[in-house]
């Protein structure tokens, strides 16, 4: 890799940030505070959206409906945005909230729960000041100071991962931050190699068959150019680095990896001339959006593919078979909803049930260099995640949260879905529950793909709780096998891991 281009990209692109105009510009945090505390009095299903006064919660023992799975131990780690409001000012958009990460400790003998904000710089320089300081992904802040690199800005808010033994909080534009795994204090920063320091190392890193990782860090998101592709063994030491060019601007959130290639798909923008990130960042339906298709074996090539506009933010599996490749996608209609989700819930307004969010696949030819997206069963879905240990040559079922209704406009059901055969089977918690994410666990000692449970959250507002559900991956319809609650609630989040 070429070390000193590399930096330059990254420097000019942290630099655009820091002097962007928009940090000259009035905000209108106060107003959206208002508005959401208003908001929440009316309709306590926005307590998944609140903000988390409190730096930490305590363990906390859940209360077990049902009977948990012998064989089922560990703990789900879960993390998401979290601290919206400071000094009467409060976030306009969801991805701006600091990270906050769960661990639900599960075992035969019980359910407990604890949490703790992420201690990145921007937070505890944020926490002393008693305001917030820096620019944000979303929302416009008054008198922000500019940003020296990209971790000045980390709220590390969206996932976890353990690798090599360590957990990590990661986001999209900045380092990964190492945690304590029984307390959650944060260690600090990873740094795989001295010149890499700060470098982008993205939210959804995959895990290879053979226990490695791969990631992508998109130096886009600062302003510069270019993507850097990560590989870390399973040991967390540092395989490889390298920089793939890229031609236009093009946003990716995550990726997809056969046993063979990683294929990453940018979606085209146009930028605004001031506002922050997601103000300034407008999708451009009217261009096709680029897919680089890059061989594990020499991640320093690409081969790029063009295919019609979508908007995706998640990938399910994927799969080569007769000269193609499949890659599972959450396909978005609306290019504006996309880049602000549950816009009007973080300003306390209600709106309507999300109509968009169809899985899709994206059939890559290697012979003949076309791509095509090909439709399934329109259900409204999110967050698919699979078996990994499904054949390389096939399809996965794909689990994910599902179905929403007027009364609150977010997922309140799982489903497990098989898009090749157009079969699925379909949990609802009920109407005014929402539900999360949920992880497949493997069955201990099993081998065909499928044979597990479903790990997820829930939140029921109603009843002033957060809680968490195990099902069979085999039997989704058959409902929980148990549910564990605790008698608080706290805001909803983007991702986990099940660490056993």
Same mark, same amino acid.
């Given at each position: 890799?070429?070390?000193r ?14 002097c962007?105009?928009?940090l000259?510009r009035a ?7 208002a508005g959401?505390?208003a908001?929440?009095q009316?309709?306590?299903?926005m307590?998944?959206? #609140?903000?988390m006064?409190?730096?930490?919660l305590?363990?906390?023992?859940a209360?077990?409906r049902?009977r ?5 131990a560990?703990?789900l @780690?879960?993390n998401?945005p ?6 009467g000012?409060r ?6 909230g600091? !990270? ?7 075992d035969? +003998? ?9 201690a990145t710089?921007? @937070?505890?320089?944020? $926490?002393a000041?008693?305001?917030?300081? @820096?620019p944000?992904?979303g929302t416009t ?6 940003i020296?690199?990209n971790d000045d ?10 690798i090599?033994?360590?957990l990590?909080a990661l ?6 931050f ?6 959650? *204090? ?14 982008p190392f993205?939210a959804?890193p995959?895990?290879?068959?053979d ?14 150019s270019?993507?850097l592709?990560w590989h870390?063994g399973a ?7 390298? $920089?793939l *060019?890229?031609e $236009?601007?093009?946003?990716?959130h995550s990726?997809a ?10 979606m085209?923008?146009?930028?605004s001339?001031?506002g *922050?990130?997601?103000e300034?960042m407008h999708?451009?339906?009217?261009l /096709?959006?680029?897919v680089?298709?890059?061989p #594990?074996?020499?991640p320093?090539?690409v ?17 080569e ?7 599972? *996608? ?9 880049s ?5 819930t973080m ?6 049930? /999300?109509?968009?969010g169809q899985?899709?696949?994206?059939r &890559?030819?290697l012979r003949?260099g076309?791509?095509?997206? $090909? ?5 409204v879905?999110e967050?698919?995640?699979?078996? /990994? ?8 079922r &794909?689990?994910?949260p ?10 309140n059901?799982?489903?497990s879905?098989?898009p090749?055969?157009d079969h699925?089977?379909?949990? +609802?918690?009920g109407d ?9 666990v ?5 081998? #065909?793909? !499928?044979?597990?449970?479903l790990?997820?959250?829930?939140l ?10 195990v099902l ?7 409902g929980?096998l148990?549910e564990?609650?605790?008698? @608080?609630t706290?805001p ?7 660490a056993?």
């Amino acid at each position: 890799m070429n070390r000193r281009r590399f930096l330059r990209d990254l420097l000019s692109g942290a630099a655009a940030l820091a002097c962007t105009p928009a940090l000259l510009r009035a905000a209108t945090g106060n107003d959206v505070a208002a508005g959401f505390a208003a908001g929440l009095q009316r309709h306590p299903w926005m307590a998944g959206w #609140k903000n988390m006064d409190a730096d930490s919660l305590a363990p906390t023992a859940a209360t077990v409906r049902g009977r948990w799975p012998k064989g089922l131990a560990g703990t789900l @780690y879960r993390n998401g945005p979290a601290r919206f409001e400071r000094d009467g000012f409060r976030y306009a958009h969801w991805f701006d909230g600091d !990270g906050m990460v769960h661990a639900w400790h599960v075992d035969e +003998r019980g359910v407990s729960h604890r949490a703790r904000m992420v201690a990145t710089p921007k @937070y505890t320089r944020e $926490q002393a000041a008693g305001r917030f300081l @820096y620019p944000a992904a979303g929302t416009t802040i008054p008198d922000a100071r500019a940003i020296r690199n990209n971790d000045d800005a980390n709220v590390a808010n969206t996932s976890v991962a353990v690798i090599g033994g360590r957990l990590l909080a990661l986001w999209e534009g900045g380092s990964a931050f190492e945690l304590e795994p029984d307390s959650l *204090a944060t260690r600090g920063p990873v740094t795989w190699r001295e010149d890499l320091a700060l470098a982008p190392f993205s939210a959804h890193p995959l895990r290879d068959r053979d226990g490695s990782w791969w990631n992508f860090g998109s130096i886009s998101l600062l302003g510069g150019s270019g993507l850097l592709i990560w590989h870390l063994g399973a040991d967390g030491r540092l395989l490889g680095a390298t $920089q793939l *060019a890229t031609e $236009q601007h093009g946003y990716l959130h995550s990726f997809a990896m056969t046993d063979r290639h990683l294929i990453l798909m940018l979606m085209p923008f146009r930028f605004s001339e001031s506002g *922050a990130f997601f103000e300034r960042m407008h999708f451009a339906p009217d261009l /096709p959006c680029r897919v680089a298709v890059v061989p #594990k074996s020499a991640p320093d090539t690409v081969r790029w593919f063009d295919v019609d506009f979508a908007a995706v933010y998640h990938f399910g599996d994927a799969f080569e078979r007769g000269g193609e490749i499949h890659v599972r *996608a959450v396909r978005h209609t609306d290019p504006a909803g996309a880049s602000s989700p549950m816009g009007a819930t973080m300003r306390g307004e209600r709106e309507p049930a /999300p109509t968009s969010g169809q899985l899709r696949t994206l059939r &890559l030819d290697l012979r003949s260099g076309r791509a095509r997206w $090909q439709t399934h069963a329109d259900h409204v879905m999110e967050f698919p995640l699979f078996d /990994p240990r499904t054949p390389g040559d096939r399809g996965a079922r &794909l689990y994910a949260p599902t179905a929403v209704t007027p009364d609150v406009p977010y997922f309140n059901a799982v489903m497990s879905f098989d898009p090749e055969r157009d079969h699925r089977r379909v949990h +609802r918690y009920g109407d005014r529950v929402m539900a999360e994410e949920h992880v497949f666990v493997p069955r201990p000692g099993s081998r #065909k793909p !499928g044979q597990g449970w479903l790990v997820g959250t829930l939140l029921d507002a109603d009843r002033g709780r957060s809680g968490l559900a195990v099902l069979d991956a085999e039997h989704v319809d058959d409902g929980p096998l148990a549910e564990a609650w605790l008698p @608080y609630t706290f805001p909803l989040g983007f991702h986990g891991t099940f660490a056993g």
